[in-house]
């Protein structure tokens, strides 16, 4: 079945520390996205990639970083001068063409320790 | 630039009720507008959307929106509630052209369904 994978469901992070959500698609989209949600604040877009090796910031992008080394995959590090990181985060791609129509994956939970 | 705003955080109806969850738009082109449904710790999924065709849509688990420019709304309707419409909903407008997909989220509405 073609779909999008995040993982670790759940994600811990110590002071100081970079951790890196992973996400995996194979439905064959060009583009993909991150947003980080939280609650009554809706989805707000850290970063999205129309293709590979290229990407650009959303609104919220300070503290985060990406990668598009390969179409299926964009994983998003989450780097320690991100001061506030708890918070659910949703991976979403769409195809092109199809104007808005995104696809996401189940998202990944980081809490801080 | 684009927008959307949701009326209400919480909803709550009766099963069996009718359901209705408001959104307005603010777009400075001719807007593509979506609805996706959350269950918790999950992720979003499409319910439906308007892309210039009918201005009345219908979705999945009897859902529909109805576009009406003049208003600059996009209201989610369903005649009868049921248990597992509880979940929280967002709706979206499609920014820019059909070569980015860019989402702007609504704050999202909560819909309570009581037995």
């Known amino acids: 079945d073609g779909g999008i994978t995040q993982s670790p469901k759940y994600l811990f992070r110590k002071e100081g520390q970079n951790v890196t959500l992973s996400c995996e698609q194979n439905?064959?989209?060009?583009?993909m996205y991150w947003y980080r949600q939280d609650p009554g604040q809706g989805l707000r877009l850290i970063y999205y990639?129309?293709?590979?090796?290229?990407?650009q910031k959303g609104d919220i992008a300070e503290g985060y970083s990406v990668s598009r080394e390969k179409k299926e995959s964009f994983p998003l590090t989450v780097t320690s001068a991100q001061k506030n990181p708890t918070a659910f985060y949703l991976c979403a791609s769409s195809k092109q063409g199809q104007r808005g129509t995104q696809y996401f994956g189940p998202g990944t939970r980081l809490l801080v320790l | 630039a684009q927008s959307v705003t949701q009326l209400g955080s919480h909803v709550s109806v009766s099963e069996g009720a009718l359901v209705l969850l408001r959104c307005n738009y603010s777009s400075s082109v001719p807007p593509y507008l979506f609805w996706y449904v959350q269950y918790p710790n999950q992720g979003l999924q499409l319910l439906l959307k308007y892309t210039s065709a009918a201005t009345l849509v219908k979705g999945i688990n009897g859902f529909e929106a109805e576009f009406k420019k003049s208003e600059t709304s996009f209201h989610l309707t369903k005649p009868s509630a049921h248990m597992s419409d509880a979940a929280e909903y967002f709706c979206?407008?499609?920014?820019?052209?059909?070569?980015?997909?860019?989402?702007?989220f609504g704050q999202g509405t909560t819909l309570q369904v009581k037995p």
């Open positions: 979206a407008v499609s920014t820019g052209s059909s070569n980015t997909g860019k989402l702007i």
């Open positions: 990639s129309q293709i590979v090796n290229d990407f």
């Open positions: 439905l064959n989209h060009d583009a």
